[in-house]
């Protein structure tokens, strides 16, 4: 299930830029009307291709915002330059869509995620998002590794330059209103949540005797919108979704409370919001649960709840150990695995998304990659949504010995040990 739970921070709505910064940002707009940086940032990342090792990217999804402000690209640029006096490079470019992408070298990645999120805080106080970025994810901002990202930045520049002559507005639903939200609440909770209730296999292709780690219980947020809010997109808000997925995380564990007799014997994980984990659902779900289940829940908190919430997680985890919970780290991908000390923050599991992009990463990127997986000695990884025996193999090569998705599903339905099945893929 993708999500990105976590409590709405208090305030939002009074977050503003400063009166110097919205004035610089406005005279700006007026005294030059903004050049798309569309070829001049192309020609930059092929020119560099080679010097790729350290370079991050900024990507400012502006054009997924509702009501765009035309000085919004100024703004963003604005606010970004308080990076540039630290940083050993940093340059901006305003992309033809409204977005804009930033590379830099030399900054520590919680400063940069701070700005980023005052960017974020500014923008969404006013409007929403009309759907999920290019990188799947209900953020108005993305941090990427460029040598990770390199190609897919090259192809989304020239695709958008592709498309200009032709181009046309998707239409979406509207956003959830908070009195939608009110009465979707209100029907949860008379209705039947088992139908939306699915579980997953986790497999296990290095040694060991369990082929199974442990199997993930998630509800479908996409088939619970089509039956109960089919005219609303309960994810275009992302506070609204937060406060909506803590609710379900409620809901969910009341439906855990009535018995887990249909998972007996098996190890499971629960996508869980931090702040769910510390509420008095929870402690009525772990006075609930079963002798035989002790030591066997692992508790999946999104890799956005962890950023936003980490203080809060540094609770979660103390209570999780004293509780005999373990914690996956949901919704990586490369550049937070090497970005994060996985081990110092007790993470238990580190759960990667799986995607074709990640075969054509940078030879040297690659090689950290891996390194970093391997150097952690306690935390277990995860390549999730793996979609083809491709994807498997890739694990294999990478030293990831935990994999899940449509691919593990399908082989485990004919009854074939997934082990068996990327040995046979190898040979062939």
């Given amino acids: 299930m993708s999500r990105f739970g976590g409590r709405p921070p208090l305030g939002r709505d009074r977050v503003r830029l400063s009166t110097t910064e919205k004035q610089a940002a406005v005279a700006a707009a007026k005294d030059q009307k903004p050049e798309f940086d569309n070829d001049k940032l192309l020609n930059l990342l092929r020119s560099a291709k080679n010097e ?45 869509n409204g977005d804009v992408i930033v590379l830099y070298k030399g900054l520590k990645l919680t400063g940069v995620t701070d700005v980023c999120q005052t960017v974020e805080q500014v923008f969404l106080s006013k409007t929403t998002l009309t759907g999920p970025n290019p990188y799947k994810e209900y953020s108005l901002y993305s941090i990427m590794e460029l040598a990770l990202n ?26 959830i209103t908070l009195e939608e939200l009110g009465k979707l609440e209100r029907s949860m909770q008379m209705f039947d949540l088992s139908p939306f209730l699915f579980n997953q296999g986790i497999a296990n292709i290095g040694g060991g005797d369990a082929e199974m780690e442990y199997y993930e219980l998630y509800i479908s947020i996409k ?34 409370n009535h018995g887990l007799s249909f998972m007996r014997g098996r190890r499971i994980g629960i996508n869980i919001n931090l702040s769910t984990v510390i509420s008095t659902g929870f402690v009525k779900f772990d006075e609930r649960l079963p002798i035989d289940f002790r ?67 940078d ?44 691919a593990v599903d399908n082989i485990m339905r004919k009854g074939v040990s997934v082990r068996e099945a990327i040995a046979h893929a190898k040979v062939d």
């Fill in 52 to 96: 790729l090792q350290g370079m991050r990217l900024i990507h400012m999804h502006l054009s997924l915002l509702k009501d765009r402000d035309p000085t919004s690209q100024m703004m963003v640029r604005s606010i970004i330059q308080e990076l540039a006096t630290k940083a050993s490079y940093l340059q901006s470019f305003n992309i033809s």
């Fill in 150 to 175: 390199f190609i897919n930045v090259i192809r989304f520049i020239e695709e958008l330059q592709a498309n200009e002559t032709g181009q046309h507005v998707t239409e979406t639903k509207p956003p």
């Fill in 223 to 256: 088939l619970l919108q089509e039956r109960l809010c089919p005219d609303y997109d309960i994810t275009a808000n992302k506070w609204l979704f937060n406060y909506f997925t803590a609710n379900l995380d409620q809901s969910v564990l009341r439906a855990l």
């Fill in 295 to 361: 030591g066997q829940v692992v508790l999946e908190v999104s890799k956005g709840d962890l950023i936003e919430n980490l203080s809060l997680f540094n609770e979660v985890v103390e209570f999780a150990q004293d509780r005999r919970y373990q914690i996956a780290v949901d919704g990586l991908n490369p550049f937070w695995v090497t970005n994060f000390d996985l081990e110092y923050l007790n993470a238990d599991y580190a759960k990667i998304f799986w995607s074709n992009d990640m075969l054509e990463m």
């Fill in 363 to 406: 030879p040297q990127f690659e090689k950290y990659f891996r390194e970093r997986i391997a150097e952690q000695d306690r935390c277990k990884f995860i390549l999730a949504r793996c979609d083809s025996v491709t994807s498997l193999v890739y694990a294999h090569k990478m030293g990831i010995n935990l994999v899940q998705g449509r």
